[in-house]
């Protein structure tokens, strides 16, 4: 059973802080790692993607991947109440497997206080 | 104005009716999703289409049904045998391919009377 697990949450930081933002999975040889944030009723949005290990940033986000611990993280920078959401985190099956699907953790609900 | 649209917004179904949710992209995507999402649980895929006149089951394809006839559009019915249809039905379109990149449309908020 491929897995993708987060902290359900709510995490709660002070605005301005750096939040953090953790999600494992148990596919060794998945290769495409993607963070979406949701806000309450509407679609996800993809925010960052990721495929080799190391840091990638983008503005005041950084995704961090390990490849050999199996886990990969999103940081943002100087929190903002508008970045208060649920934040999926989804990982690719390995090439040539279950090509085409995209495993999703059940989220991470952020809450950013003024 | 290039996007993935859905329609309709809300759906109200009695039950016992068939119910098509319409999934339109003009981003010249190959591969095309249908997810269901439910309070408390994780997208879970429904059906899926990487080229135009195919198609694959998902992880839980059982009481829908697609079709793939166009590149743009790909319809997802509820039918029937749905045990338990309402949720919120997201559709996503990508390139496919390794990396398998995917966008999301708005989504149909389905509700079984």
């Known amino acids: 059973q491929k897995e993708v697990e987060q902290n359900s949450g709510p995490l709660s930081v002070p605005e301005g802080a750096i939040a953090s933002l953790n999600c494992t999975y148990s596919?060794?040889?998945?290769?495409?790692f993607f963070w979406y944030r949701q806000y309450s009723g509407k679609s996800p949005e993809l925010i960052m993607s990721?495929?080799?290990?190391g840091d990638k940033e983008d503005g005041r986000f950084t995704a961090q991947l390990n490849k050999a611990s199996q886990y990969v993280s999103l940081l943002i920078r100087d929190s903002q109440p508008s970045d208060s959401a649920t934040y999926l985190c989804?990982?690719?099956?390995?090439?040539?497997?279950?090509?085409?699907?995209?495993?999703f953790g059940k989220g991470t609900k952020l809450s950013v206080k003024p | 104005d290039g996007g993935i649209t859905q329609s309709p917004k809300y759906l109200f179904r009695k039950e016992g009716q068939n119910v098509t949710l319409s999934c339109e992209q003009n981003l010249n995507h190959d591969a095309m999703y249908w997810y269901r999402q439910d309070p408390g649980q994780g997208l879970r895929l429904i059906y899926y289409?990487?080229?135009?006149?195919?198609?694959q089951k998902g992880d839980i394809a059982e009481g829908y049904s697609v079709s793939r006839e166009k590149k743009e559009s790909f319809p997802l019915t509820v039918t029937s045998a749905q045990k338990n249809p309402t949720a919120f039905y997201l559709c996503a379109s990508g390139y496919g391919g390794a990396h398998n990149e995917q966008f999301f449309g708005p989504g149909t908020r389905l509700t079984v009377l």
């Open positions: 989804a990982v690719n099956l390995r090439h040539g497997g279950s090509q085409g699907n995209l495993i």
């Open positions: 990721i495929y080799s290990n």
């Open positions: 596919d060794r040889g998945s290769q495409s």
């Open positions: 289409s990487q080229i135009v006149n195919d198609f």
